[in-house]
């Protein structure tokens, strides 16, 4: 490029700059997507961060198809360059546009309307873990900016709710204040990293999960490469502790196993590798064979992200997670792309190889519990559908800090732990949490009842799942005593939040015709006989269009058909609704009453 003639004198470095910075502009351009479309030109190569996701976009277009909508508010603007009208959004308290409305997630903030004129924020707490200040903190920020409480999400991690948007610069901005963020934690881009909530303190756990978690979190916040993906994406790391992670339901499972030795690889603790779990879309993280170095995770995961950015679907976002990427190609293709990406071989083992994994306790987030650190215990604290109040916030804060550790510890059924009570501060600590308001203990039932958040604050559930969920505990607590672990979740939508498939009894929500008209109440299609872990399978139906209104009543019968017709009373609920259909289920239960 030449500077063509000039009014001014320049010196010949004055016009070397000049050149430059022109081809500069051009050359952002193009990154960007913009220089070919505004040349009519389709020589230039896309660089910069986002030169991955530019090519898989420019392939859809290569090939006539169109992108999906969120593909193109990408294309137009990356989220993290569009800060300043966030801003400006926020000082003029108005709503997003559709477009931003996408691009504000990857700041942790979704707009809820029309279920509610505000956002909702999600944060990024890897591992599951924060410090008891960061707790206490979260609830003095939150209280006066949006609805005074949190809920503990099924990834382990906490969302708040009702935020004006005059409010959502400022709550994003305090919660980095904090040492938190929420940057990537909704749309496109790589979820909160689930990891064993008894991480270190666990008596039969074979790896700490922490150091794993926190490298692979540190690792998505600091590459702007691993945002803007086809679509979410999870990863999760379970230490084979007490409590499930449900690591099989993520696109990512790293799922420490002991090696034993004869096999061709160095005995000892790895991670067994899954990938391609999608449960919303009934399939688990499949077993591939490999073990991994735990110090290779994050590279690992890295390259098969890599592969995924370039190959997963940007036209059709049903079809655009993990899972679809390896039925398309198949397995052993996948794994060889992501091997050359690494450089080098997986280290593949027999499934003799493997120790069993030390078993689940499916109680052991409620209640006392000794950790491997003699005289100590945790505390899982029961949240009632997963909801805190910021005042029971502080109290926990404090809790911890004068009786605990100073940890708070999230879990995946939506409740929390209490690490580091010693042996003589157990009463007093189980005593304070009754002072607020909270318990910790709770009936087979409570215990395992897990919800989304249902259409009072989702635009897409059909139901409002916690009120029913809490319908359901309220009548079958004191009519049906269980003697066995239960899990019954319900979710709203598709997306499957609340993970119905893998419950025992799951729900998710539908809109039941009533009458001869078109119209339409709340309701529910019920699956029973769904399991995570050793028993992982999605369950079957047993009811369809079950209005929520007789949802409690129903699942009451079906539990008092299982007391009555359980082949043993060692036999869980799981393998009684997996000997039976959905039919004969049914009838059993209509024959309970």
């Given at each position: 490029m030449k500077i063509e003639s000039l009014s001014f004198d320049f010196t010949d470095e004055q016009k070397r700059y000049l050149e430059g910075f022109t081809t500069g502009l051009q050359i952002s351009r193009v990154g960007r997507g913009l220089g070919a479309a505004a040349a009519g030109k389709t020589t230039s190569h896309p660089i910069g961060p986002d030169a991955a996701h530019f090519k898989a976009q420019d392939k859809v277009i290569a090939?006539?198809?169109?992108?999906?909508?969120?593909?193109?508010?990408?294309?137009?603007?990356?989220?993290?360059?569009?800060?300043?009208r966030l801003k400006e959004q926020a000082r003029t308290n108005a709503p997003p546009s559709t477009a931003d409305n996408f691009r504000w997630r990857y700041y942790g903030?979704?707009?809820?309307a029309p279920a509610q004129d505000s956002y909702m924020c999600r944060l990024r707490i890897p591992n599951g873990i924060l410090k008891h200040w960061q707790?206490?903190?979260?609830?003095?920020?939150?209280e006066p900016l949006c609805g005074p409480f949190c809920n503990v999400t099924t990834r382990a991690n906490l969302q708040v709710r009702e935020i004006p948007p005059k409010n959502a610069v400022a709550l994003i901005e305090g919660i980095q204040d904090l040492g938190l963020c929420s940057r990537g934690s909704g749309a496109d881009n790589i979820r909160n990293v689930t990891g064993t909530p008894t991480a270190g303190i666990d008596p039969q756990e074979l790896l700490d999960t922490r150091e794993y978690a926190r490298e692979w979190h540190y690792h998505i916040l600091n590459d702007r490469s691993l945002?803007?993906?086809p679509r979410k994406f999870n990863v999760a790391f379970d230490g084979a502790g007490r409590i499930a992670v449900l690591e099989d339901t993520n696109d990512i499972a790293f799922a420490a196993a002991e090696v034993r030795d004869g096999f061709g690889a160095e005995p000892g603790v790895w991670f067994r590798l899954g990938i391609g779990g999608i449960t919303g879309h009934k399939d688990f993280a499949k077993e591939t064979g490999?073990?991994?170095?735990?110090d290779d995770a994050t590279k690992v995961a890295d390259a098969i992200v890599r592969v995924f950015i370039d190959l997963g679907d940007r036209t059709n976002r049903l079809k655009a997670r993990l899972k679809y990427v390896i039925d398309s190609i198949g397995?052993?293709?996948?794994?060889?792309?992501?091997?050359?990406?690494?450089?080098?071989?997986?280290?593949?083992?027999?499934p003799e190889a493997l120790a069993p994994r030390p078993a689940f306790d499916r109680m052991a987030h409620i209640g006392t519990h000794k950790q491997k650190q003699a005289g100590l215990n945790w505390i899982g604290v029961a949240l009632p559908l997963g909801k805190v109040t910021c005042e029971q916030m502080r109290g926990l804060a404090k809790i911890a800090q004068d009786l605990g550790d100073g940890d708070i510890r999230l879990t995946?059924?939506?409740n929390l732990l209490i690490s580091g009570v010693r042996d003589d501060n157990v009463e007093l600590a189980v005593a304070a949490i009754k002072k607020i308001g909270l318990a910790v203990e709770a009936s087979q039932i409570r215990a395992g009842l897990i919800a989304c958040t249902g259409n009072a604050g989702c635009k897409f559930a059909a139901s409002d799942t916690k009120r029913h969920a809490a319908a359901i505990g309220d009548w079958c607590e004191p009519r049906v005593e269980l003697d066995t672990p239960l899990n019954i979740h319900l979710t709203g939508c598709h997306h499957s939040c609340a993970q119905h498939y893998i419950s025992d009894i799951g729900l998710i929500a539908a809109k039941v015709p009533v009458g001869e008209e078109d119209d339409t109440v709340e309701g529910y299609h019920l699956f029973a006989g769904g399991g995570f872990g050793p028993n992982a399978d999605v369950g079957h139906e047993v009811y369809h269009d079950l209005k929520a209104e007789d949802a409690p009543k129903t699942v009451e019968k079906l539990l008092k058909a299982y007391l009555a017709h359980r082949a043993s009373p060692d036999e869980t609920f799981l393998t009684f609704a997996r000997r039976h259909d959905g039919e004969t289920l049914r009838k059993l239960a209509e024959a309970s009453t």
């Open positions: 090939s006539g198809k169109k992108l999906a909508d969120p593909e193109k508010f990408k294309r137009e603007e990356h989220p993290f360059d569009a800060y300043s903030l979704f707009y809820v707790f206490s903190g979260l609830a003095d920020l939150i945002t803007g993906l490999i073990i991994v170095k735990p397995m052993e293709k996948f794994l060889d792309l992501v091997e050359e990406r690494l450089g080098y071989a997986f280290t593949r083992v027999p995946v059924w939506q």
